[in-house]
């Protein structure tokens, strides 16, 4: 009986290790999106990532990525376990590219001591879209609005003030996808893509099921959405049926 015991709490060790190193485990997800209403000659490349919470960042997929024009992080940067000195790490690391650096805040990053936060990311020169817009400027040709929407900090949106007519290219990010199907059709579609995280996918999904459906591109909608299954994890360091997601994407006029 012994041996029989010892066999399972083995086999349930090594279930749990192979967890564990699914979580570790990246996946470098490459988008290209080919749209006629974009409109620059030139491709843009965003690197997205949402859901970081207290995971570091491992340097060797970052620097499988080159020419990048933009980083849009999708909220939960941290949560109430995240040491500041992870934080700054990651931030270094996001900023290898010298591209611009843009963060939406998500539920988990008002955890952590709101001015804390705040000052690392300015000190890191970390663009924070809160219920704002920002103009990104892309060549000389003009540049694409970014949208955040931080449904938990309830300040009013604000868009823009400069927001001139030579910008016809609108991307949504908002860190879950809940609060943008909730949007009304005529609010959805002055976006041209829509970029969100929260849901790890479920995380752990025991015989594909889970308490959320699997993250992906939904390209059906319009605009088209990428849900996130995020690169870290909340609460248990394990992942089962989803995956640790960074993501590369391509924008290009068709």
Known sequence: ????????????????????FRAEQDYLDTHVIEDSAFPFAKELHIVFISDIHNREINPKTLNKLKNVDVVIIGGDLVDKRTPLTRLKNNLEKLKQWKAPVYFIPGNNDHELEKASLLDVLDNHHIHVLSNSDHEVTFQSEGGFLLSG??????????????????INYQILCVHDPYVYHK???????????VLSGHTHGGQIRLF??????????FESEKPPLLIS????????????????????IIIKSS
């Open 183 to 193: 949007m009304n059709q005529q609010d959805q579609k002055q976006f041209d893509l």
């Open 208 to 217: 594909g099921l889970g308490p959320y459906t699997r993250g992906g591109w």
């Open 149 to 166: 929407i931080d449904p938990y900090f309830m300040k009013p949106r604000r868009q823009a003030a400069y927001i001139n007519d030579h």
């Open 1 to 20: 009986m012994l041996a029989g015991v010892l066999i399972v709490v083995s086999l349930g060790l090594l279930f749990l290790a192979g967890m564990y």
């Open 229 to 248: 299954e995020g690169y870290g994890t909340s609460l248990l360091p394990l992942r089962l049926g989803t995956r640790a997601e960074l993501h590369s």
